[in-house]
T-cell receptor, first 106, second 116 residues
Framework: GIQVEQSPPDLILQEGANSTLRCNFS?????LQWFHQNPWGQLINLFY???GTKQNGRLSATTVATERYSLLYISSSQTTDSGVYFC????????FGAGTRLFVKA | DSGVTQTPKHLITATGQRVTLRCSPR?????VYWYQQSLDQGLQFLIQ???????AKGNILERFSAQQFPDLHSELNLSSLELGDSALYFC???????????????FGSGTQLSVL
């Protein structure tokens, strides 16, 4: 099956810093999504991005399907950005990566 | 609020018991997915239903079963529970087309199952 690898596994930032999270996948996929799981456990869909670039406020994402990777950019990080960021890809069953655990310090 | 409703939010039960988790998808979504999240296994895909029919199966144990009803709500049944079944169980829904291409997933708030 498809393998999904996310890096880094853990990230600590000072409030206001920028960061880039990476997702590599091992095979062609039909779509790719980024999720944020907040400290209360809620999973929020950030981007549905099978290819190209999208932006939503301080967050943006880029997927290069031909090279099998996606990047999530967080700019001017805030404490509320803390949590786990998951990349999920779909060949037929949505498969999640192990996540990047982000902690933003005030 | 994602529009996906899961009940109950918390469930505490004993080994050997059987429980049923319920999920109502967003209005208009035909696909329902079940996921298990545990500390050591991460988010694991269990099963997907599309418009009442099983569409895809993941790492779902034989002790677990699911179904999607005509009104599109879904239930996940867990039987002969073991300590290791303790986890957060998520339901998600999407508007998926008939050949299984999945669109944006929307997750419920989950059911925290504790098996004692």
């Amino acid at each position: 099956g498809i393998q999904v690898e996310q890096s880094p596994p853990d990230l600590i930032l000072q409030e206001g810093a920028n960061s880039t999270l990476r997702c590599n996948f091992s095979d062609s996929v039909n779509n790719l999504q980024w999720f944020h799981q907040n400290p209360w456990g809620q999973l929020i869909n950030l981007f549905y991005i099978p290819s190209g670039t999208k932006q939503n406020g301080r967050l943006s994402a880029t997927t290069v399907a031909t090279e099998r990777y996606s990047l999530l950019y967080i700019s001017s990080s805030q404490t509320t950005d803390s949590g786990v960021y998951f990349c999920a890809v779909d060949g037929f069953k949505t498969i999640f990566g192990a996540g990047t655990r982000l902690f933003v310090k005030a | 609020d994602s529009g996906v409703t899961q009940t109950p939010k918390h469930l505490i039960t004993a080994t050997g018991q059987r429980v049923t988790l319920r999920c109502s998808p967003r209005s208009g979504d035909l696909s329902v997915y079940w996921y298990q999240q545990s500390l050591d296994q991460g988010l694991q895909f269990l099963i997907q239903y599309y418009n009442g029919e099983e569409r895809a199966k993941g790492n779902i144990l034989e002790r677990f079963s699911a179904q999607q009803f005509p009104d599109l709500h879904s239930e996940l049944n867990l039987s002969s529970l073991e300590l290791g079944d303790s986890a957060l169980y998520f339901c998600a829904s999407s508007v998926a087309d008939a050949i299984g291409l999945n669109e944006k997933l929307f997750f419920g708030s989950g059911t925290q199952l504790s098996v004692l």
